[in-house]
C-alpha cells in the first residue's frame, strides 16, 4: 500500500503562483511514478502531469504546458507541483497519484486525499 498526502493548496489571484506537494511513504519512493491531477466543480477529475521514478521524464496536460513544472523533491519522498502564472480555470481540487511504474503510466492506483486550489479573477 502507498499513503499519499497532499499540501500547498490555497487561494491565489489569477497570475499568482502556488506550490503544491505530495508526501509519499509505504513503499520505496523511487519505484513510483507519480502525477498531479484536478477535478473542477461539475466536471471530470483531469490530468495535469506526471513524472516518472527516476524524473527524467514528464508529461503535462497542454492547458498547464509552460505555467506548470513537476518535480520530485529535495524532501525526502516529496514530489512537487510548482504552478505559475494561474488562471481562474485552474481552480478546483488536486490529487496526487502514484503507481509503480517504469514508465509513465495510463492510470494509478493510489491516490491522496486532495488540496483545492482557487484561482480568483
Known amino acids: 500500500q502507498v499513503q499519499l498526502v ?3 493548496g490555497g ?5 499568482g503562483s502556488l506550490r503544491l506537494s505530495c508526501a509519499a511513504s509505504g ?3 523511487s519505484s513510483l511514478a507519480m502525477a498531479w491531477f484536478r477535478q473542477a466543480p461539475g466536471k471530470e477529475r483531469e490530468f495535469v502531469a506526471a513524472i516518472t521514478r527516476g524524473g527524467l521524464s514528464t508529461d503535462y496536460a497542454d492547458s498547464v504546458k509552460g505555467r506548470f513544472t513537476i518535480s520530485r523533491g529535495t524532501a525526502k519522498n516529496t514530489m512537487n507541483l ?3 502564472n494561474l488562471r481562474p480555470e485552474d481552480t478546483g481540487v488536486y490529487y496526487c497519484g502514484a503507481q509503480p511504474s ?3 503510466p495510463t492510470r494509478y ?6 488540496t483545492q486550489v482557487t484561482v480568483s479573477s
Open 109 to 114: 492506483a493510489y491516490w491522496g486525499q486532495g
Open 27 to 29: 513503499r520505496p519512493f
Open 6 to 8: 497532499g499540501s500547498g
Open 82 to 84: 510548482q504552478m505559475n
Open 102 to 104: 517504469i514508465v509513465l
Open 11 to 15: 487561494l491565489v489571484q489569477a497570475g
